[in-house]
C-alpha cells in the first residue's frame, strides 16, 4: 500500500564497522546529533539544526541514512551524508521533486554524489512512499556524470616511479631504519613508507593495523614474516575482513623491532604523540618523503603512485589481472586488466628478465662486485659455494667479510651484487648464469600460469642478480 508521507519512528541504536579500536561506532537514532569516528576521521548530521524544515522531509533523510549505516560501509556512508546535507541546503523536498539547476550541476560533478542520490530514491520507492519513480529515474538519466577514461593515465605510465628511484627509495629507506632508534618518529615513519611501497597498502588500512596483526613464525631453517590487513573496498561490507599477507624479512624485521615489548591491541604505527595516524597522516608521511627523495607528486597523491607502481611491476612481470587485483584489493579485474594491456609482450619480459635486454642498465651501474681475486690468493674458508636452482655449484668467489664472521645472506644469489664479493678469474660464472637463467624461466611460467603472489618483486631481484653475473662473465671474457 503506498503512503503518502514516511514516519521516521526509530529509536533504538546502530553499530557500525570498524577500520580500528580508536573508532567510535554507536549511534542512538533518538538523538538529534548522529555521530560516528571512522578510520580516525569524525562524521555527523545534527538534525537539530533542521529544525526549520519539515518534519516529514527530515524522516525521509533520517529513514534512508538509518538504512544505510546498517548495509553500508562507513566509507560509503559518508558520502549519503554530504548529498543529505546538500539536500537539506538547497531545500529539496522530494516529494515534489523540485529538481532546480543547481541540484542537476551538483550531481553531474561526481559519480559518487549522483549514485547516492539515486540510491535515496530507490530506498523510498521499498518503504512504499508515493511518487511518480518512472518520472523520475527518467530525469535523473540526464544528469548521470559522464563516463571518463578512469585507465588513461595508465596507459600513459605517468605514475610510474623508476627504477633508479626505486632503488634511491629503499636505500634511504633501509638508511633511515638502520640508524634510527625505534623509539623516534622517523623509524616509523620509514617503516609506513617501506609497507605502503612493498604491499600497496591504502593509508586507511596502513592506520587500521595493531601490533597483534604482525605475525612471526619461527623454525628452525627460516622466520616467516605477515600482516593481517583490513580489506576496505567492499563497499557492502558491514564488517571488515582481514586477509594475511607474507611481508619480505627485511620490513618483517624492523617491524619486530617496533612491536617488541608493546601490547597487541595497541596501534602498530603512533604519532609524535603518541595516538593512532590518521588516513591523512599516512598520506602525508608518505607525500613528504617522496618529495624529500624528489619523486614527483604533483600529479598523483603519493600513496597512488606508490599503488600505482607495485601494480605496474606486477603486470611488467607477467602478473595476470586476477593477481594485481589480489594485491590491490580491487573488486573487479577492469583495473587489473588495463596495467596487463599496458605492458610489453611476453617476449620482451623474458628477453629482459633473461639478462639480453638493455632496460636495466642503471642498475648495473649501481650494483657492482668487489675486485676479482685468484683462487689461490684467497684462504679456503671464505670460498663462497651454494645452489643455484637445482644444481650446487662452488668456488664462484670469495667473501672480503672477516674470517670469524657469518654472512647472513643468501649465498651465490646475494654475493653478486655486494661490494664484499670478490670473483674468482677463473669461477664458474658462466654456470651460475645459466642456473639463473633457468629459474627465472620457472618463475615466469608460473607466475603467467598461476600468478601467486609470492613472486610479485622476487623475479625482479633475480634480473639484479642476473645482470650483475652477465656483468661478471664479460669482464673474464674480454
Given at each position: 500500500?503506498?503512503i ?31 555521530v ?138 633501509y ?103 590518521t ?48 594485491a ?7 583495473a ?6 599496458n ?29 676479482p681475486k ?72 608460473n ?32
Amino acid at each position: 500500500m503506498r503512503i503518502s508521507e514516511y514516519i521516521f519512528q526509530r529509536t533504538d541504536v546502530i553499530k557500525t564497522s570498524q577500520i580500528s579500536d580508536d573508532d567510535y561506532n554507536i549511534i542512538n537514532l533518538k538523538s538529534d546529533n548522529w555521530v560516528f569516528i571512522y578510520a580516525g576521521i569524525k562524521y555527523s548530521i545534527n538534525w537539530y539544526s533542521y529544525k526549520d524544515h519539515e518534519k516529514k522531509i527530515t524522516d525521509l533523510y533520517k529513514g534512508f541514512l538509518a538504512n544505510r549505516l546498517e548495509t553500508k560501509s562507513p566509507a560509503t556512508v559518508k558520502t549519503d551524508i554530504s548529498v543529505v546535507r546538500t539536500l537539506l541546503k538547497l531545500r529539496f523536498n522530494p516529494y515534489l521533486f523540485n529538481y532546480g539547476t543547481e541540484l542537476s550541476n551538483y550531481f553531474k560533478k561526481s559519480k559518487e554524489n549522483f549514485n547516492s542520490f539515486k540510491m535515496f530514491f530507490k530506498w523510498m520507492k521499498t518503504q512504499n512512499v508515493e511518487l511518480d519513480y518512472r518520472s523520475v529515474f527518467k530525469r535523473l538519466k540526464y544528469d548521470k556524470p559522464g563516463v571518463k577514461n578512469s585507465f588513461g593515465h595508465i596507459a600513459m605510465r605517468e605514475f610510474e616511479i623508476k627504477k633508479s628511484d626505486q632503488i634511491r627509495l629503499i636505500k634511504f629507506l633501509y638508511s633511515t631504519l638502520e640508524t634510527c632508534k625505534k623509539d623516534k618518529l622517523e623509524f616509523t615513519e620509514a617503516l609506513i613508507v617501506l609497507s605502503s611501497f612493498e604491499l600497496g597498502i591504502r593509508p586507511i588500512q596502513t592506520i587500521s593495523l595493531n601490533v597483534g596483526d604482525f605475525k612471526v613464525i619461527k623454525n628452525m631453517e627460516a622466520v616467516f614474516y605477515s600482516l593481517d590487513i583490513v580489506n576496505v573496498k567492499k563497499s557492502n561490507d558491514q564488517q571488515h575482513i582481514r586477509k594475511r599477507r607474507a611481508i619480505s624479512s627485511k620490513l618483517g624485521f624492523f617491524l619486530e623491532l617496533l612491536v617488541t615489548g608493546k601490547d597487541s591491541n595497541e596501534p602498530l604505527f603512533k604519532t609524535k604523540k603518541r595516538k593512532r595516524f590518521t588516513s591523512p597522516g599516512i598520506s602525508k608521511v608518505i607525500n613528504c618523503c617522496l618529495k624529500e627523495m624528489l619523486i614527483d607528486t604533483s600529479k598523483f597523491e603519493g600513496n597512488t603512485i606508490l599503488r600505482h607502481s607495485l601494480a605496474q611491476t606486477l603486470a611488467d612481470q607477467g602478473s595476470p589481472a586476477e593477481v594485481i587485483a589480489e594485491a590491490l584489493g580491487h573488486n573487479s579485474t577492469v583495473a587489473g586488466r588495463a596495467y596487463v594491456n599496458n605492458t610489453p609482450n611476453i617476449a620482451e619480459i623474458k628477453s629482459r628478465a633473461l639478462g639480453k635486454s638493455d632496460r636495466f642498465k642503471e642498475i648495473i651501474e649501481i650494483l657492482q662486485t668487489g675486485r676479482p681475486k685468484k683462487k689461490e690468493n684467497v684462504p679456503e674458508d671464505r670460498w663462497i659455494s651454494g645452489v643455484v636452482g637445482t644444481g650446487y655449484i662452488g668456488g664462484i668467489g670469495g667473501c672480503g667479510l672477516p674470517s670469524h664472521s657469518s654472512c647472513p645472506k643468501n649465498p651465490v644469489y646475494s654475493c653478486y651484487t655486494c661490494q664484499k664479493f670478490h670473483p674468482f678469474e677463473n669461477g664458474p660464472h658462466t654456470e651460475v648464469l645459466k642456473e639463473l637463467q633457468n629459474e627465472v624461466q620457472i618463475f615466469i611460467d608460473n607466475s603467467t600460469d598461476s600468478g601467486d603472489l609470492k613472486f610479485n618483486r622476487t623475479l625482479e631481484q633475480l634480473e639484479m642478480v642476473i645482470e650483475s653475473v652477465a656483468k661478471t662473465v664479460n669482464l673474464f671474457n674480454k
